[in-house]
């Protein structure tokens, strides 16, 4: 998933503006959509036609003027306490493509919704899901409440219910909430209001992060975080007593800074996040799509960087022309520039005098490689420098019996 971000930038979204949006459901559809993933990708198609149909309208056109926008969406499994929390990180472009008589897209850009085009759009994304599972038959419609219509009884069911709801899923302790670390010192009482989010009935939709057209850099972490692993290892650690501690990144508002779970029930939460098969956990739309007519004038053209730059205004429009009137296209990274790209590290920078190194051959043989391992793994003792008390002339060596 690391080298899908950088897939993602290199050759899928253009130098335009995005927009991250946050989807998140209510307790009850994520364990549904954690049993049925066709479902959840019919309801995805329901979501993204609705964002789309939003910025077109706001962007002041309509679908029949060919206006379509582009959006990556990376569906997430997992919280941050690893439990079940199947959300959608949206990718989008902050406004819509079109096609001039000469042939040329046209990006026409879109302000930042304000709190009450959000609201408006998280009721309309709430109507069309909620409508969607009643056409299914699965979702029951009640006056008080909504009921979902399944028997939940598959062996991953159990499991997937327990880490969704924060619960011991196997054991004597089955049931009982998962064992927490608290610091008081975390402990939060206020409620902070959160920029560019609206929730109602479990429902969360939030907007709040960016990026410009030349802010590549910013653009790449967040396509990083949105392709983070499950795990992070650097905060996992097996206790004396056995258990296995895991250390939340940001401790939660009553203090919760770590997560404790037996070695059984360690093993149940992975079970529970990992994704049904054959189901993509990233899905791309609008004109990122692969049969998307505008997809060839828009994706990147040049491997001419523009990340971290602080240019004036002027600099930094004049740089998004350039970038997209390129028309070569891009050329494939080599592994060398895969290494450093995805894992930072640099194998053609010599360790010694930090020259730059020429990659002369790449060996594949596995027989091959495991000898030169061995051969490394094995190097002789270091050789002492001779003094002159030990030293021995060549006459005085004693001679070599054949």
């Known amino acids: 998933m690391v080298e899908t971000s950088a897939?993602?930038?290199?050759?899928?979204?253009?130098?335009?503006?995005?927009?991250?949006?946050?989807?998140?459901?209510?307790?009850?559809?994520?364990?549904l959509f954690a049993r049925q993933p066709n479902t959840l990708s019919r309801c995805l198609a329901v979501i993204i036609r609705v964002i789309e149909t939003d910025l077109i309208h706001r962007a002041g056109l309509t679908r029949a003027s060919g206006a379509r926008s582009g959006i990556v969406t990376l569906v997430q499994r997992f919280g941050s306490a690893l439990n079940l929390n199947i959300h959608l990180h949206m990718a989008a472009l902050d406004g819509v493509y079109t096609v001039s008589k000469s042939g040329k897209a046209?990006?026409?850009?879109?302000k930042a919704p304000n709190q009450t085009e959000l609201q408006t759009l998280l009721n309309r994304v709430i109507q069309r899901v909620v409508r969607r599972l009643e056409k299914e038959g699965l979702l029951i419609p009640d006056p008080e409440q909504p009921w979902l219509d399944l028997d939940f009884h598959e062996p991953l069911d159990s499991l997937s219910a327990a880490s969704i709801r924060y619960r011991i899923a196997i054991g004597p302790h089955s049931g009982s909430r998962t064992l927490t670390l608290h610091d008081p010192s975390f402990i939060?009482?206020?409620?902070?209001?959160?920029?560019?989010?609206?929730?109602?009935?479990g429902f969360s939709l939030n907007a709040a992060v960016s990026c410009q057209p030349y802010q590549r850099d910013r653009l790449e972490r967040l396509c990083r975080y949105v392709t983070r692993p499950a795990i992070c290892l650097d905060r996992l650690t097996v206790r004396v007593d056995g258990k296995i501690q895991y250390e939340l990144k940001n401790p939660f508002r009553n203090g919760t800074t770590h997560i404790l779970f037996s070695p059984v029930d360690f093993l149940s939460k992975l079970a529970a996040l990992v994704p049904r098969p054959r189901h993509n956990l990233v899905r791309y739309h609008g004109v990122f799509a692969p049969n998307?007519?505008?997809?060839?004038?828009?994706?990147?053209?040049?491997t001419k960087s523009v990340r971290g730059k602080e240019n004036s205004k002027s600099d930094k429009t004049s740089e998004f022309e350039e970038i997209t009137s390129q028309n070569e296209l891009l050329a494939p990274l080599s592994w060398a520039q895969r290494l450093k790209r995805v894992f930072?590290?640099?194998?053609?920078?010599?360790?010694?005098?930090?020259?730059?190194?020429?990659?002369?051959?790449?060996?594949?043989d596995p027989d091959l490689i495991q000898k030169i391992l061995d051969h490394l793994a094995a190097q002789p003792p270091p050789i002492k420098p001779a003094t002159?008390?030990?030293?021995?002339s060549l006459n005085q060596q004693s001679p070599i019996t054949r």
């Open 292 to 302: 998307a007519k505008l997809r060839k004038l828009i994706i990147p053209k040049s």
């Open 344 to 364: 930072n590290i640099d194998i053609t920078l010599c360790p010694l005098c930090g020259g730059t190194m020429r990659i002369i051959s790449d060996i594949t």
């Open 388 to 392: 002159a008390d030990s030293s021995l």
């Open 7 to 31: 897939h993602l930038i290199d050759y899928v979204i253009p130098a335009a503006p995005v927009r991250q949006w946050v989807l998140s459901f209510p307790w009850p559809l994520r364990l």
């Open 106 to 110: 046209k990006f026409h850009r879109v």
């Open 188 to 201: 939060r009482t206020d409620k902070p209001i959160k920029s560019f989010t609206a929730d109602r009935d």
